[in-house]
Each structure stands twice: as C-alpha cells, then as structure tokens.
C-alpha cells in the first residue's frame, strides 16, 4: 500500500488516508451544481468495488438518519476499475487484490471477503457503475439500495457483480424493473455514466471516497478519504449552521426497520455502542431467531428475518 504520488494503481486502498485511488488531497474543486431543495447539497463520488467506500457506510447511514432533513446526497460514479491494461503498486492482476482486501477489511472492520479476486474475478467496475446509473432513471432511493445489494454481494458473497446476471439479481431484490433497467443499462445509463466520469475528472476526483458538501450560496467543504463520523456533521454545519440534529431510537427494531442489513461497525455507529457490545447483541438477537446472519471469513452482516407470506 502506497500513497505517493507515483501510485496511479486505482486498485490499491490506503487505509490510513481511507483512499481508494491516487492520494491527492490538493484538489482544484470546481463543481457547480443545481440548487437542492435540501439546504446542503453532497456530491458523493464512488464506485461499486471501492472497499473505502464500503468502510464509510457507517458514518453515512449516521449522517442520513442526524442531518437527512437537512443534505441532499447526489451519487456519482468515478470509475474505479475500467480495465486491468496496467501494471503498477504490486498489483498487476486480480489475484493480486485479494490479500489486499483482508487487510483492508480489519482496518475498517467491515466485511470484506477478498476471495472474489481468486474465484470470480471482475475484469471492470464499470457494468455495475452502469448499472447504477440506469437504476437511477427508474427511482433514485432504488439506485441506493441496488449500490447495497451489489456491494453486499461482493464484500460478502464473493460475486462477480460485473456479471449481468448478479446485476439483474440484484436488481429484482430491490423492486426494480429489470427489463427496463437492461434497455437504460445498454442505452441512456451509459451516457449518465460517462457524464460522471467527465464530472470527476473536471474536479480532479481520483481516488475515492470523494465528498463535496456545498450549500446555496456555493461554498463547498470537501473531504477526501474515510474519516471518523465528526468530520461529515462537521462539514454539514459549516456550509449550513442551522442544520438539526434528529433524535432518532437506537433500539435495533428501528435500526433494521431503516437498514434491513447491518454490520456490527454499522450497528455500533448507530447505536453509540463499542463494536464488541453491538456483535453481542446481535448474536444474541440471531440466536433468539429475530435475524439472520450470514459469516464471512472477515466479518458478518446481519439482516431482518424474512417473514413468510
């Protein structure tokens, strides 16, 4: 792992700077964008296979349930993975990733199985990139929680979401239309898709995650890398000071209710629970049958037990 500027190996994460990508934090921000209806508009730039960006979902599950009256999340693709035309950082093929990404997952202490790189390689980041976009035209809240869906089948089931037929898995499993979702993912989702990439280039996004906070005035914050809970609310109230903070219930119902999938780091960062404690509990609320648990060799994720029709 790397961070100087010679790396230009998209693959490798930074765990220390919470990166995945090239380490630059003198960006030039640019963007312009519409104005929100929301107070603070957060353009988020990320990709599908990005593990930092699996290791922020935490701080921005919290982020939405304190301040989501308040910010406007705006999802964007960067293109993490186009192709594996490079050879650079130890890392020269797929293979290659998978020690990486074990790593990567105790550091973040999110689930990460990094065997996909060994069983099921994925050649691009781009199909599901795609795939997202295309979601995004059907229903913006059912793009989200496709981005889940796909990164929960990577990180802990190990799948090929490059694949069509995980994508259209996937798909089905969030209520989308998936017809209609192949026709955009091989028509218009590919230009939206290109749209972002041009947009993260403009700005000098190039590694992930990349976050922008801007307000109406157009002041902007950004904030490049994972980074502990303080510094997102930190930003929200410096580009809108009067934001307020929502109570919300730390009882695990409401928290499923909400998030029908949560980690333990998750489920601690909501809760205000050591992570230890929040593992407790839900193995404790798997063994009175109230969730399911699914156990990887890194982590477990567990989820609202289906109800039978």
């Not at 939206?192 to 801007?214: M, Q, W, Y």
Request: hydrophobic share 35%.
């Amino acid at each position: 792992m790397t961070t100087d500027s010679t790396n230009n190996n998209p693959l490798i994460c930074d765990p220390i700077e919470g990166v995945c990508g090239i380490s630059e934090n003198n960006q030039t921000v640019t963007i312009t964008t519409r104005k929100s209806e929301k107070p603070v508009k957060v353009i988020y730039f990320t990709d599908p296979i990005c593990s930092s960006c699996w290791g922020i979902e935490p701080q921005l599950r919290k982020l939405k349930l304190e301040y989501g009256d308040d910010i406007e999340i705006d999802y964007r693709m960067g293109g993490l993975l186009p192709d594996w035309s490079y050879n650079s950082g130890g890392i020269s093929q797929p293979s290659d990733v998978a020690h990486h990404w074990d790593e990567v997952s105790l550091h973040y202490e999110m689930p990460i199985d990094g065997d996909v790189w060994l069983e099921d390689p994925l050649d691009s980041s781009y199909p599901p990139s795609i795939a997202f976009k295309a979601a995004q035209i059907q229903n913006k809240e059912k793009a989200v929680l496709l981005m889940r869906e796909m990164r929960e089948m990577l990180f802990l089931n190990k799948k090929n979401i490059a694949k069509w037929e995980h994508i259209a898995t996937a798909a089905e499993r969030v209520g989308l239309n998936v017809e209609q979702l192949k026709n955009d993912f091989e028509g218009r989702g590919k230009i939206l898709f290109e749209e972002d990439l041009k947009l993260a280039k403009e700005n000098g996004v190039r590694g992930f995650p990349s976050i922008f906070f801007i307000n109406d005035s157009g002041n902007k914050e950004m904030i490049y890398g994972t980074k502990p809970y303080t510094f997102y609310e930190t930003a929200v109230l410096k580009m809108f000071p009067n934001a307020r903070k929502n109570e919300y219930s730390k009882n695990w119902e409401f928290l499923f209710e909400k998030y029908p999938s949560l980690t333990a780091k998750e489920f601690a960062e909501l809760s205000g629970l050591k992570k230890m404690e929040s593992e407790k509990i839900l193995d404790d609320l798997f063994l009175k049958g109230k969730l399911q648990k699914l156990t990887t060799k890194n982590g477990s994720l567990w989820t609202v037990k289906a109800t039978e029709e």
